[in-house]
Nanobody
Framework: QVQLVESGGGLVQAGGSLRLSCVVS????????QEWHRQAPGQRRELVAS???????DYEDSVKGRFTISRDDAKNTVYLQMNALKPNDTGIYYC????????????WGQGTQVTVSA
């Protein structure tokens, strides 16, 4: 019933910018948390940024000041604006929805590749 579709990944030079989008279909409920995760080959998947249903954002230390997570409720879309990209930002970026309360669960998108060249 819930589907997440990411887009916006690509190849960019160090110092460049990308904006990832995640369109969410289905009901999120009244309380939820939306997250962006990333995973490089041979590494664990890590949480990069999150935003609560109330609009409170949080970030992993290495992306603070460079990445911004936001949401457009009218478009059912969560964004990750990535500026001043570094080669270490390279990986597959996944959108995640965590619903809270009755019917709670985790939902993942298929991922979108971000490659930052030196």
């Amino acid at each position: 019933q819930v589907q997440l579709v990411e887009s916006g990944g690509g190849l960019v030079q160090a110092g460049g910018s990308l904006r990832l989008s995640c369109v969410v279909s289905g009901s999120t409920g009244s309380k939820y948390r939306q997250e962006w995760h990333r995973q490089a080959p041979g590494q664990r998947r890590e949480l990069v940024a999150s935003i609560t249903s109330g609009g409170s954002p949080d970030y992993e230390d290495s992306v603070k000041g460079r990445f911004t997570i936001s949401r457009d409720d009218a478009k059912n879309t969560v964004y990750l604006q990535m500026n001043a990209l570094k080669p270490n930002d390279t990986g597959i970026y996944y959108c995640k929805l965590h619903t809270i309360g009755p019917g709670r669960g985790d939902y993942w998108g298929q991922g979108t590749q971000v490659t930052v060249s030196a």
